[in-house]
C-alpha cells in the first residue's frame, strides 16, 4: 500500500492533504486544545431533554457513559452565575451519582452579557427558553464511546441520510447538495474516530483505550468517508477565518483576567498563523456555490434540510451523544450561516452576528475534526496494516 494514501487537493478545497496534516499537527492541533480548556469555550449551553418531533422515544441508552454531568453551580465562571433559585436536592443530582457533577437547570442572563440572541436559519435550536437549559462541562463529558448502538442509532444516521440528505452518487447532483452530504459523512466519520480512539476495553476494569479494528471498519476502509472527513475540517476552519472580524473582538469574559487574556490571545493565535496563511489562506472556496440560475431556491431548500438534521438531534436516545451531536450540528449550522447567510457578499463579515453559543460549538466542532484528522494520519497506517493481516 501507499506510504501516503490520500494525496494532491482535498475534494472541493484548496489545500492538499499533506499540507493539512503538517498544518494540524504544528499549528492548529495544539491552539485548539489549549482553546476548547479555556472556561468561555468549555461550557456549552445545551437543552438535552427535549421530545422527538418525528417519532415517540424509542428507549434511551441506559448506558452508565451514556449520561451527561452538567455543571454544579460553583464551577461557572463568575458572569454566568446568579441567584440562588431554591432548587430541590434532586435536581442537583447527576445521574451517574457524582457529587462533583450535580446538575443545575437555571441560568443567569449575565451569561449572555455583550452576546446577541439571534437566529440561526441553519439551525431548529431554540436558545430563547432558558428555562430548559443547563451548563455542560464539555471536558468532563468526551465525546467517546458510549454503546449507544442498534436500531436507535441506526434510525438516526438513515433519517439523516436518506430522508434529509440522500447519498447522491458523485457528479449527478449539483454541488451544492453535495457539499451537504459531505459535511454529513465527514461528522459521522469524526464521530466514529472518537469512538474508536476512546473505546472501553474492559468494563469490568473500566479500562479505556483504542479500537483500531474499529477505526478501519467504520472509516479507513471507505476511503469516501477520510476525504469527507479532511472536506470537513476545511469547511469548518474556512468558516472560522472567515468570522476573524467578529471572533476577534467577541466578549470573552468569564470574570476572570489571566484565563480571559489567555483566551483572547489564543483566538488571535487561530485566527491570524502566519503558517496557515502562507500554507492554507483559502481552505475553500463558498464563492464558487449558489451561482447557479436557481441559487435562491436551492439555498432555501438546503437549509431546510440542515434544520430537519438539526431537529433530529433530539430524537438521539443516549445523552452524551445527543449533547455532541447537538453541539457539532450547530457547530455545523453556524459555518453555514457564517460562509452563506449573506448572499455571496464579500463584505459580510460587517453584519455578521454570532450567539455566544454557536462559537462556542463551531470551535469545539473544529477541535473535534482536528483530533479526528490527527487520529487517522497517527493511527492509519497500523489500522490498515492490522486489517491486513486479518
Ligand atoms: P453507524 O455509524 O451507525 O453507521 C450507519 C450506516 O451509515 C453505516 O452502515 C453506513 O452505511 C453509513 N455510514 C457510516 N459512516 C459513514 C460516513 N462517514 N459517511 C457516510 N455514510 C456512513 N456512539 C458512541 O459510542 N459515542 C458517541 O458519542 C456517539 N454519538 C452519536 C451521535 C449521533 C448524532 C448519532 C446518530 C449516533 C451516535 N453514536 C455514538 C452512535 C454511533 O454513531 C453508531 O451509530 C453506533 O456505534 C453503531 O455503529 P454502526 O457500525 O452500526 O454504524
Redo the contacts with the bound molecule.
Keep these: 500500500k501507499d506510504s501516503r494514501k490520500y494525496s494532491g487537493l482535498v475534494e472541493d478545497c484548496c489545500c492538499d492533504y499533506e499540507t493539512v496534516d503538517t498544518l494540524n499537527e504544528e499549528v492548529l492541533h495544539p491552539i485548539l486544545q489549549d482553546l476548547v480548556a479555556t472556561p468561555f469555550f468549555r461550557y456549552f449551553k445545551a437543552k438535552l431533554w427535549c421530545d422527538c418531533p418525528f417519532w415517540p422515544d424509542d428507549g434511551m441508552c441506559r448506558l452508565r457513559?451514556c449520561s451527561v454531568c452538567e455543571c454544579p453551580e460553583n464551577e461557572y465562571p463568575e458572569t454566568f452565575k446568579k441567584p440562588f433559585r431554591g432548587l430541590s436536592v434532586d435536581d442537583l443530582k447527576c445521574q451517574e451519582g457524582k457529587p462533583e457533577a450535580a446538575v443545575d437547570r437555571t441560568l443567569d442572563s449575565k451569561a449572555f452579557k455583550g452576546w446577541v440572541d439571534i437566529d440561526n436559519p441553519w439551525t431548529n435550536d431554540d436558545e430563547t427558553d432558558n428555562a430548559e437549559m443547563t451548563y455542560v462541562n464539555l471536558q468532563l463529558n468526551p465525546?467517546?464511546?458510549?454503546?449507544?448502538?442498534?436500531p436507535s442509532?441506526?434510525r438516526?444516521?438513515?433519517a439523516?441520510?436518506t430522508e434529509n440528505c440522500p447519498?447522491y452518487p458523485s457528479g449527478e447532483f449539483c454541488q451544492e447538495k453535495r457539499v451537504l452530504?459531505k459535511l454529513?459523512?465527514?461528522?459521522?466519520?469524526s464521530?466514529?474516530v472518537?469512538?474508536a480512539s476512546g473505546y472501553l476495553l474492559d468494563e469490568s476494569r473500566d479500562l479505556w483505550g483504542q479500537n483500531l479494528e474499529l477505526l478501519y471498519?467504520?472509516?479507513l476502509r471507505?476511503p469516501?468517508?477520510v476525504r469527507?472527513?479532511y472536506f470537513t475540517f476545511l469547511f469548518v476552519l474556512r468558516a472560522v477565518t472567515k468570522a476573524t472580524d467578529f471572533l476577534e473582538h467577541a466578549e470573552y469574559d468569564t470574570g476572570n483576567l489571566s484565563e480571559d487574556l489567555e483566551t483572547q490571545s489564543l483566538v488571535r493565535q487561530l485566527l491570524y498563523n502566519p503558517k496557515l496563511q502562507a500554507a492554507c489562506p483559502l481552505p475553500f472556496d463558498e464563492a464558487k456555490l449558489w451561482q447557479g440560475q436557481n441559487g435562491p431556491e436551492l439555498k432555501q431548500e438546503i437549509q431546510k434540510q440542515f434544520r430537519n438534521i438539526s431537529a433530529?438531534?433530539d430524537c438521539?436516545g443516549?445523552e452524551?451523544?445527543?449533547l455532541?451531536?447537538?453541539l457539532?450540528?450547530l457547530g455545523l449550522g453556524t459555518a453555514l450561516k457564517i460562509l452563506f447567510s449573506v448572499d455571496g457578499q464579500d463584505h459580510m463579515n460587517h453584519s455578521l452576528q454570532l450567539q455566544r453559543n454557536e462559537v462556542i460549538a463551531l470551535v469545539n466542532l473544529l477541535n473535534r475534526l482536528s483530533e479526528s484528522v490527527k487520529f487517522v494520519k497517527e493511527m492509519g497506517p497500523l489500522a490498515e496494516k492490522i486489517s491486513d493481516k486479518q
Excluded: F, P
Design positions: 457513559d465525546e467517546r464511546y458510549t454503546g449507544y448502538t442498534g442509532a441506526r438516526i444516521w438513515d439523516v441520510y447519498k452530504y454529513i459523512s465527514g461528522l459521522h466519520s464521530i466514529s472518537h469512538i471498519d467504520r472509516v471507505y469516501d468517508r469527507n472527513l433530529l438531534m438521539v443516549c452524551k451523544c445527543r455532541w451531536g447537538k457539532q450540528v
